[in-house]
């Protein structure tokens, strides 16, 4: 008698159990923790086969045609592969998982759908998220990201630049194992120096922030004058702005936040300046040690166009990008391009010293007039070309950049010719 009632309790034990097993909710997906160890070619084939439908309705509003969108999720399974076989052994090493951080909270990180963000950043926080996603096991959202960069880029144009981006982490990578990490001694030495150059960069920031953002900024303030010597302002002139300072400075003024500034064109014309519209200027490094330029600091007060693009300072401390950053600081080529990116992010919303933060960050990597160089000209590239349309005039600033980084070891300033409104790039 005994022995039955022990056999129908272990009975009643086991159903219990089942039942509680059966109450276990299934893993998150997108929510899934990075693991450092993860198999990349095995986590994309098992996304083509179970999220095939998912990526397909992420498609559904792009309005194109059902094979167009079937051939763009091959082309973005394909690009995942490639990448993932060409980086998963070299970022792997660098990739430091702190916390729970999600494979959805790094696809945030790159502000494609942030209604607030202008399109470079978007851009190039993407092309620098793609290859992190790939070796860190979210094979989905990387293909999800690439086809919201097939959106913005095209699909030639996105894939080209994404292996841009995978030689620049091999050559940073083969740079990182050879040469000592970079520190703040990369900047010019000086406290005073440096922080004029770091505005020179910023200038040069906040002009990239706005590529292609609609109609000039309707209102605004100026809060005084930042001098930075060894500069030239390049851009559209002021007619009669062109006189002593004094008397650029005053031409400058009485057009407030339309008017970047003044600059000196050095020993060829001395103690005489130019005031520039702000509108498609930027700030290069000038060979002569004489030039400088006076940045007339103001500040947008209103929308650009029809949006807009302020952000009150509590919204500027964002956990979720800094965990991603704590991810993305670690791995060379990567780094720059997601510090540079996050830089135009903030000042397009309005955070200024977050920008500033990433602008520096970006500097101590590649040298203050390196940056400055590559900013000013990324910048001036996308406003010529914006005369073909935004998405081109952007496409061709991301392009722009990629490149000077690829040769930042032999970026001069005479890569630049500017001759009566034109731009040559050598």
């Known amino acids: 008698m005994m022995s039955s009632k022990l056999k129908w309790l272990i009975v009643i034990q086991l159903l219990l159990n089942e039942q509680a097993l059966c109450r276990v909710p299934p893993p998150l997906v997108q929510k899934s923790t990075l693991l450092p160890g993860s198999d990349t070619h095995e986590a994309v084939e098992e996304v083509s086969k179970q999220n095939l439908d998912s990526l397909l309705?992420?498609?559904?509003?792009?309005?194109?045609?059902?094979?167009?969108?079937?051939?763009?999720?091959?082309?973005?399974?394909?690009?995942?592969?490639?990448?993932g076989a060409k980086l998963q052994e070299q970022i792997q090493a660098h990739l430091h998982i702190q916390g729970n951080i999600s494979c959805e909270e790094l696809l945030s990180a790159s502000a494609v759908d942030d209604s607030l963000s202008s399109m470079f950043p978007q851009e190039l926080l993407g092309l620098s998220l793609v290859p992190v996603l790939v070796v860190a096991g979210c094979p989905k959202e990387a293909q999800t990201l690439l086809l919201k960069l097939y959106d913005l880029?095209?699909?030639?144009?996105?894939?080209?630049?994404?292996?841009?981006?995978?030689?620049?982490?091999?050559?940073?990578?083969?740079?990182?194992?050879?040469?000592p990490t970079p520190t703040?001694?990369?900047?010019?030495?000086?406290?005073?120096?440096?922080?004029?150059?770091?505005?020179?960069?910023?200038?040069?920031?906040?002009?990239?922030?706005?590529?292609?953002e609609g109609n000039t900024i309707q209102e605004g303030h100026c809060e005084g004058w930042s001098r930075v010597n060894g500069t030239v302002?390049?851009?559209?002139?002021?007619?009669?702005?062109?006189?002593?300072?004094?008397?650029?400075?005053?031409?400058?003024?009485?057009?407030?936040?339309?008017?970047?500034?003044?600059?000196?064109?050095?020993?060829?014309?001395?103690?005489?300046?130019?005031?520039?519209?702000?509108?498609?200027?930027?700030?290069?490094?000038?060979?002569?040690?004489?030039?400088?330029?006076?940045?007339?600091?103001?500040?947008a007060t209103a929308a650009t166009g029809h949006r807009w693009k302020r952000s009150t300072q509590r919204n500027c401390i964002?956990?979720?990008?800094?965990?991603?950053?704590?991810?993305?600081?670690?791995?060379?080529?990567?780094?720059?391009?997601?510090?540079?990116?996050?830089?135009?992010?903030?000042?397009?919303?309005?955070?200024?010293?977050?920008?500033?933060?990433?602008?520096?960050?970006?500097?101590?990597?590649?040298?203050?007039?390196?940056?400055?160089v590559a900013t000013g000209g990324t910048a001036g590239v996308a406003g010529y070309a914006l005369g073909a349309g935004v998405k081109t005039g952007v496409k061709a600033g991301v392009k722009y950049l990629l490149n000077s980084m690829k040769e930042e070891d032999d970026m001069l300033v005479n890569q630049f010719s500017v001759e009566e409104g034109v731009i040559t790039i050598d």
């Not at 880029?153 to 050879?178: C, F, N, P, Q, Y």
């Not at 004029?196 to 292609?212: C, P, T, Y």
Request: proline share 2%; hydrophobic share 35%; aromatic share 6%.
């Open 57 to 83: 309705g992420s498609q559904v509003q792009s309005g194109l045609l059902p094979e167009e969108k079937s051939k763009r999720i091959r082309s973005a399974q394909r690009m995942t592969s490639v990448l």
């Open 153 to 179: 880029l095209g699909v030639a144009d996105t894939e080209e630049l994404l292996m841009e981006v995978e030689g620049l982490i091999e050559r940073r990578m083969s740079k990182s194992a050879a040469a």
């Open 184 to 212: 703040s001694a990369s900047l010019p030495s000086g406290r005073d120096q440096t922080q004029r150059h770091i505005k020179a960069v910023m200038f040069n920031i906040e002009q990239l922030a706005f590529v292609g």
């Open 233 to 299: 302002l390049i851009g559209n002139a002021v007619e009669g702005g062109t006189g002593g300072l004094e008397d650029a400075v005053s031409s400058c003024e009485s057009l407030g936040f339309l008017c970047a500034g003044v600059t000196s064109s050095g020993r060829h014309t001395p103690g005489m300046y130019q005031a520039v519209w702000k509108k498609g200027s930027r700030i290069l490094p000038s060979e002569s040690t004489e030039s400088e330029t006076w940045i007339h600091q103001c500040s």
């Open 318 to 372: 964002n956990k979720s990008e800094q965990r991603v950053y704590s991810v993305m600081e670690w791995i060379p080529g990567v780094s720059t391009l997601y510090n540079l990116g996050t830089a135009v992010y903030y000042a397009s919303v309005n955070c200024s010293e977050t920008a500033k933060e990433r602008a520096i960050l970006s500097a101590v990597d590649l040298g203050t007039d390196a940056l400055m």
